[in-house]
């Protein structure tokens, strides 16, 4: 089975692929994949199939989510799987005062971190989406898996004010975690957070690795200066923590650091200022 894709110039016909996705880029996909051999291409000695459902899925409870987000409040971080993106994270949540009254989505998500995060900041609803079934046992979060969320109609699908993607749209598209092999797989995730997740002028706290444009199979990508700029299509930079565009650069596949960007999908005109948050008003920058 496949579907077709409208790129600018030319008709695309992708594959999909169940799992176990191929050890290599199906032949037919490399120059997709690869943005015509512009990216660079590993192929590492691993190789996951990472996907987890239900019962095999690891279960969080209260106790352990809320004693995380209890430290995240009091800025303990030193439990924080992604180092430094964590802390840039927090800086810009801080920044803009936090998430009270607002909904979030966690977009991509193993273990319960970002979930924390959104309790931490005072989220008014907190919901992840992931390929996987998740048990996130708390009764600050709901958990949606993609097909559950793609069987909802149209117009019951949640909307979010705000969506958090750390460290997950850089797999899409390489069914590390049960998705469909696509090589446009984290733009259309991409597109899709800002078409449809999102409400109108709604905002993303994006993190991915930064460095030369990569594709290390079937792992993750890096984003450098060809790719980095299709992922971001349609978004506006409010502020950001750690970007260094020294990183694109950097060409060792293995060294990378994932800073973070709030995003919005539409500048808001100036007569929707009273109603948006303080800081969507302002664009700069920050680290």
């Known amino acids: ?26 032949p037919a996909l490399l120059d997709r994949f690869t943005l015509g051999r512009r990216a660079l291409l590993h192929y590492p000695e691993s190789y996951c199939l990472e ?42 949540l801080q ?48 958990t949606l898996t993609v097909a559950e969320y793609e069987a909802m109609p149209k117009d019951a699908r949640p909307v979010f004010d705000v969506a958090i993607s750390i460290s997950s749209l850089e797999h899409d598209g390489l069914g590390r ?8 797989g984290d733009l259309d995730a991409m597109h899709n957070i800002r078409d449809n997740l999102l409400r109108p002028n709604g905002f993303l706290f994006l993190a991915v690795p930064f460095g030369a444009d990569l594709v290390r199979w079937n792992l993750n ?11 971001l299509d349609g978004w506006t930079l409010v502020l950001h923590a750690g970007v260094e565009p020294s990183r694109f650069e950097v060409t060792d596949p293995y060294d990378y650091l994932q800073p973070v960007m709030l995003l919005q999908n539409m500048r808001p005109e100036p007569d929707e200022c009273a109603a948006a948050p303080s800081w969507a008003c302002s664009t700069s920058s920050k680290g």
Do not use: K
Not at 52 to 62: N, S
């Open 1 to 26: 089975q496949g579907w077709v894709r409208w790129w600018p110039t030319q008709r695309v016909v992708y594959v999909t692929e169940t799992m176990p996705p191929p050890r290599r880029i199906p």
């Open 51 to 92: 996907r987890e459902d239900g019962a095999a899925a690891t279960v969080y409870g209260p106790g352990t989510i809320q004693t995380w987000a209890n430290l995240i409040r009091e800025g303990d971080l030193q439990g924080s799987y992604y180092g430094s993106t964590d802390i840039w994270l927090y800086e810009l």
């Open 95 to 142: 920044s803009i005062g936090g998430l009270a009254g607002l909904s979030v989505v966690i977009v991509g998500s193993q273990t319960p971190r970002y979930e924390a995060f959104c309790l931490a900041f005072d989220a008014d609803r907190c919901t992840t989406l992931d390929y996987s079934r998740v048990r996130f046992d708390h009764p600050g979060i709901h």
């Open 177 to 184: 975690y049960g998705d469909p092999v696509n090589p446009d």
């Open 221 to 231: 990508r890096a984003y450098g200066p060809v790719r980095l700029p299709l992922l």
